[in-house]
């Protein structure tokens, strides 16, 4: 057997019977049908529907009352240690849930809402360590990038350029995309996987800050165009009311290959140019592409018939684009300056601010998932309308007092943020036909890079000017509010919905 599998025995006292329960085949997180037994006293179970690549539950009448032995093996690559504990609580608990036509009563609350078959479950932690990659390359130069201009010597202005640059270079993406669209996305992923970290890496040698500049214009949107096409495949291969749900799980994943590229920040206080350092660890992600080059399938939408070189829809692209750009005229400067905020005005040393942004962003993961069930449960509009604005005000104080409650609200901005991602990320794939699918999420990331750029440039130039960066910062955040009124005017519920009931054939 293998040494992934996992073994769960109970003895189940008489008082109270609990036969009913136990002879029951299951329907809860795996559905179950019974097997014929020679034995006598003896019930065989295995899975019809489920997230298992092995399961074998059998139930024994003893002299002691019922033994149940469950054995299972999660199918579920890189994060099945995540879900190891709920799944064996889950396993060991007593009250089988009978099937239920058209509901699943068992489900448990950390679960998505619809059964995940193994495969499925296969490719969400293909796509989770995938997306883990995609952050550290997108994570690296924001996290660096301080100490790389004072080592180069270089201001504020070089250093919003600098960032503007490396944010234009998302045009690298637009062939990627159109291509995912034309040959399949697993190809394009496979190679992106192997080249984001190759070229980021090369950071680690570069002689001057214009040419660590040129690396990272490439790397990172190679990054990026990773990041929107495991998005792209997560909508064409999970269920209706799992889309939500995956990408929280995909974020949570995002947030740790961040808080990697984070923690190696205490690199940088061995010397002036000890950042190179931190560029060098980028090469460990290699290992998850010989991962994703063995085991990662096409994504069945894009195998079944439909339609090619299908036109964009104007009107949703528009209204996409706008979200995009209002939310990252915010989001991408005060993600970019926070070290430098944190460095400069609050005398956070690497090791500091390493701390400092892993226990606020780190634990606001918790937001995600949250996030992730409040859209696919009670609709996406509501949850962004609500958690925007508040994750914007929040993360805005963070930027203007120091002490306990700039720590308190960095903490709450990001776990309101933490609840709007996946509810506005889910939108940019499931208002566009499988046709061109990748093409718009390569589009719409180049419109949130642009309002990157808009609020990377802004922000430099007026910290240079004399403002504070909070003042810059409450300016900027009034693009929440646009999104916000974008998404309640015109962008329709999504949850509950096929991708195919939301999109011409």
């Keep these: 057997m293998s040494a992934s599998t996992r073994t769960v025995v109970r003895v189940w006292p008489l008082d109270p019977d609990p036969s009913s329960d136990l002879l029951a085949p299951r329907h809860d997180l795996i559905v179950e049908e019974r097997l014929d037994a020679d034995e006598p006293d003896v019930a065989h179970f295995r899975q019809l529907e489920g997230p298992f690549t092995e399961w074998r539950r059998t139930v024994r009448w003893t002299s002691d009352g019922w033994s149940e032995r469950t054995d299972y093996r999660l199918a579920i690559p890189w994060f099945g240690w995540l879900f190891a504990l709920p799944v064996r609580f889950f396993v060991a608990r007593r009250g089988h849930e009978p099937g239920r036509p058209g509901s699943d009563p068992g489900m448990p609350w950390w679960a998505p809402r619809d059964r995940l078959d193994a495969r499925t479950a296969a490719i969400l932690g293909l796509l989770a360590a995938a997306a883990m990659s995609s952050a550290f390359v997108n994570t690296l130069f924001t996290q660096t990038v301080t100490f790389a201009a004072d080592d180069f010597g270089v201001g504020d202005t070089a250093i919003g350029i600098a960032g503007s640059i490396v944010r234009v270079g998302i045009l690298i993406t637009i062939p990627l995309a159109v291509l995912a669209d034309r040959v399949g996305r697993r190809s394009v992923v496979v190679t992106v996987a192997w080249a984001a970290p190759i070229v980021t890496a090369l950071g680690a040698i570069a002689p001057n800050f214009p040419l660590l500049v040129a690396t990272q214009a490439v790397g990172r949107p190679l990054g990026l165009a990773l990041d929107f096409?495991?998005?792209?495949?997560?909508?064409?291969?999970?269920?209706?009311?799992?889309?939500?749900?995956?990408?929280?799980?995909?974020?949570?994943?995002?947030?740790?290959?961040?808080?990697?590229?984070?923690?190696?920040?205490?690199?940088?206080?061995?010397?002036?140019?000890?950042?190179r350092f931190v560029y060098l660890i980028t090469l460990i992600w290699l290992v998850v592409a010989i991962d994703i080059t063995r085991r990662l399938p096409e994504t069945r939408r894009f195998i079944a018939p439909h339609r090619e070189h299908v036109a964009i829809d104007r009107r949703r692209f528009a209204l996409l684009a706008g979200i995009a750009v209002g939310v990252n005229l915010f989001v991408a400067p005060a993600s970019f300056f926070q070290n430098r905020y944190l460095d400069e005005i609050r005398g956070l040393s690497g090791s500091g601010i390493a701390v400092f942004t892993l226990a606020t962003a780190t634990p606001a993961a918790l937001g995600l998932v949250l996030g992730g069930q409040l859209a696919d449960r009670q609709g996406r509009r509501r949850v962004i309308a609500v958690a925007l604005p508040v994750a914007a005000t929040l993360i805005t104080v963070s930027f203007s007092v120091g002490g306990s409650i700039m720590w308190i609200s960095a903490f709450a901005g990001g776990l309101a943020g933490g609840v709007a991602y996946p509810a506005l990320a889910v939108y940019r794939s499931e208002l566009f036909p499988t046709g061109n699918r990748g093409r718009a999420a390569g589009l719409l990331t180049v419109a949130a890079l642009l309002g990157g750029v808009i609020g990377l440039l802004a922000t430099g130039s007026l910290l240079d000017a004399g403002w504070s960066h909070a003042a810059v910062m409450a300016m900027l955040a009034s693009g929440q509010l646009v999104a916000v009124a974008l998404v309640l005017g015109g962008l329709p519920e999504t949850a509950h919905r096929e991708l195919e009931d939301l999109n011409p054939r």
């Design 229 to 275: 096409l495991i998005a792209v495949i997560a909508a064409e291969e999970m269920p209706r009311n799992t889309r939500a749900y995956a990408v929280s799980i995909l974020a949570m994943a995002s947030g740790l290959g961040a808080g990697i590229a984070v923690a190696a920040l205490p690199l940088t206080d061995l010397g002036e140019s000890s950042w």
